[in-house]
């Protein structure tokens, strides 16, 4: 589906194509990790050409930037470093773009946007620039209810330009993935057949606190796909280098435990453990130390979390489902970012749920055992 509109266009199509039944592809066990992303390439190539075609941050920045000779040590960097940590997922990466018809740059561009647009020139206001990609989680553990709640939050162009990945490794693991087209495997959420789980928010570091040429964000979540235990999802947060911060939201389903990491460059990481008092995160740093930029949207969804009730699975959904804020609503329809899901993380009854349309209506779109 070709989305290729300004923002704020053809709303009554978006809000249709929204709607739809995300495209699952399972695919695996693969011998090698190209012959999987070729797989998921060629699969979904027409998302990932749309994709590419309509995103205007591409288009007008990240292209223009990487054809200038300024950006190549940038991007020289960014590409060797994570190569050497994630031979695998880089080879992945790779097979994406080979079956997909796409040159590979444009897949590099858009998995390392975060870790490329702080070092573009300043330049005069664009209407094209970036937004953060506010996604809003509540979480809580009590002895009736252990749960993670999750809105998918994106820039309006990515409507329609996703889809899920169910793979089996040659190792007898097997995750699912709500992936971006023409991205690793999930820079949103995802779980495995270890029984863990994860969400994403992203923080907003000043340019200051990015490193520049580190481990990019989309392979760090590609790894948190494969790990064992809490303290295995941990140490692959805690060993990579990353460039720019990140929180995740790490859920184990067995020992009943929800953590939420908060990470900067130089490896700094902050650790809060989930319990009965519930959990709102949104788009900024909450326990780590760090500089950040002020994100009026999030500041405004975490107040507005904090006056909603938090008691039962239905509070939950009706707090990601709120748009009392017209201005900075928890639930998003435009003109710049949309919730493109939500999705319920149920410890007790060991299942995701993926809600498309507002969560406080109910329509789930998918359920997957854990």
Known sequence: MNMGTENGDNTKLMESSNKEMLETFEVGP???????????????SHLIKSRLDTDLILQHQLL???????????IRALSESNR??????????????????????????????KEILPFLPKKEPSTHTDTSDDCSDILIVTESMAMAAHNEDANIALVGHTYLIKARLPSGLSFTAY??????????????????????????????????????RNFVSRDLLEATSLDDSL????????????????????ARKLLNVETA???????????????????MYLHLQVQQAQDENSMNRQRRAAQLPKKSKANFLSLLGDTNDKQYPIY??????????????????ETISIFQGNPQNGAVSHVFPI
């Open 84 to 113: 050497k940590k994630y031979p695998r997922y880089w080879d992945e990466l790779s097979g994406t773009a080979e079956g997909s018809g796409v040159p590979v740059l444009n897949l590099i561009l858009i998995n390392f946007r």
């Open 332 to 349: 998003m329809e435009g003109p710049t970012l949309y919730t493109l899901c939500t999705t319920v993380i149920d410890l007790d009854r």
């Open 30 to 44: 693969c011998e090698e990790a190209y012959e999987m992303g070729f797989l998921i390439g060629q699969r979904f």
């Open 179 to 216: 992936t971006y087209a023409g991205e690793l495997p999930s820079c949103a959420f995802g779980f495995n057949s270890n029984g863990l789980a994860f969400t994403l928010n992203s923080v907003p570091p000043t340019a200051e606190e990015i490193m520049a040429g580190g481990i990019g």
């Open 235 to 254: 140490s692959r947060i805690h060993s990579a280098e990353a460039s720019v911060g990140h929180s995740y939201n790490l859920i184990d389903i067995k």
């Open 265 to 283: 460059s130089r490896k700094r990481m902050s650790v809060l453990s989930v319990g009965s008092t519930p959990f709102f995160h949104a788009n």
């Open 64 to 74: 223009p930037f990487a054809q200038s000779p300024q950006s190549q040590p940038l």
